[in-house]
């Protein structure tokens, strides 16, 4: 890397930061329990993943995968149909894998989160109370038992690199645990709807599109506060607090 001109900051707040320099992504992170779990997860995903370069706590360092991100939050993507659906079939070989042997967030733990960060956005008028309220009975679709799966569990079309209508890697592997397989079919969709049938095409399976849409808005209802106070704008055109309005 001594030939590199420039270092770009790709994200970065108070609890981890990742830099790209050159053909390298430097991922640097307070709790290594996260960085632990993502190469692990990335050693045992049956899917492309980057490849680990080397990692000296808090840093851990990754290759840089080919090909573009399948799309952003708030913008169109430019990928096709058919990269889409290369995604649901990387999600479905991820979630009949063998399940990774640290346990998942329950029930109880997200309905509980669920309703202290409804509570918050109520009670600081951050959103309309009909918003919140609604939204949260939408959401109570996603609160039932599942069978759980090799879940990903941040899998964002920002985490997902395509190369034409292939799949070249999936990245942030840190949240990666059992849990229910359409909460990363929802993460991998919120906000581009007009996808969903791309990419349950290439999943190859009849899923509940009333858990799928209870997702989209539990997902967002309890992402607002975490954006807003890490410098993030849930607010945008398409994004977050957009997808809780199409829900009405």
Known sequence: MADVDEVEVVVAHHERATLRVGDVFLKVDADQ?????EVEAMAMAPIPTPEVLWRKPPVLAL????????GRLGEPSTASSAAWAAAGAAARLLHDAPLPPWPGRS??????HLDGECEWLVTNGVLPIDLVTHNRRVAEAALRPWTPAFTHADLQITHVFVDGDEITGVIDWSEAAPGDALYDLATLTLGHEEHLDDVLAGYGTDVDLDVIRAWWSLRSLVGVRW???HGFDPSAPGCEIDVLRARM
């Open 107 to 112: 029930l109880d733990e997200i309905a509980s």
């Open 63 to 70: 290759a840089a995968l080919p090909g573009t991100a399948l």
């Open 227 to 229: 954006l807003v106070e």
């Open 33 to 37: 329990t996260r960085t632990d779990v």
